[in-house]
């Protein structure tokens, strides 16, 4: 997808109500209460908003997200190891051009493995966690957890990051085969299923 099938004031409102969405999850207590209020929100872009990556000829008839009921077995609020081995993937997309991604980190979630940490490349940067599990209900290409620049951030400290993974969610291409997303390699991959957040619907 170029930045040519939209405007660029089109993508920065999306982007500040996605900021705002994850801002609202976070003033939450409940982490249930919070993952309903992303649930509702991501439906609502998803299905109105000019720059959702859904089509625009389905978007009338989109039925939401398959998002799986909250668990909180899957939120881990973990510290990060950042020493690790550096390394650097240039991934190209279709609105941010080529997007670097260095590895900056790995996070232990217990009882499902280790997961690399990125940071993007470019202006501001931020962090990225994205996810590919072996369920059969989601995404193949994988989903993203944070993704920070975007606004996908929930949440911790300069010592720990809240890792929930109730709020996976899946990249533009698995609505649209016209985006370029980057997507997890082996550091981002688990063995394990994870049978919560956004669930793949054909």
Request: charged share 25%; proline share 7%; with cysteine.
């Amino acid at each position: 997808m170029t930045r040519d099938a939209t405007t660029s004031l089109d993508l920065l409102d999306f982007r500040r109500r996605v900021h705002r969405l994850y801002e609202q999850v976070r003033e939450h207590d409940a982490p249930a209460a919070g993952h309903r209020t992303w649930v509702e929100g991501r439906d609502h872009l998803l299905r109105t908003h000019p720059t959702s990556p859904v089509p625009s000829a389905d978007r009338a008839n989109y039925r939401g997200a398959d998002v799986a009921p909250y668990d909180p077995a899957y939120r881990f609020v973990v510290a990060v190891d950042t020493d690790v081995e550096p390394e650097t993937r240039d991934i190209s997309t279709g609105t941010d051009g080529v997007v670097t991604l260095d590895r900056t980190g790995r996070v232990e979630l217990s009882g499902l493995g280790l997961l690399d940490l990125w940071w993007l490349g470019g202006y501001g940067g931020g962090l990225f966690l994205p996810l590919r599990d072996a369920s059969d209900q989601t995404y193949g290409g994988g989903r993203y957890v944070l993704d920070t620049v975007k606004g996908a951030d929930l949440g911790g400290d300069a010592a720990e990051l809240v890792v929930d993974l109730n709020f996976a969610y899946q990249p533009s291409c698995a609505y649209d085969e016209a985006w370029a997303c980057p997507l997890p390699g082996p550091g981002n991959t688990l063995a394990a299923p994870v049978p919560v957040g956004e669930r793949y619907r054909p």
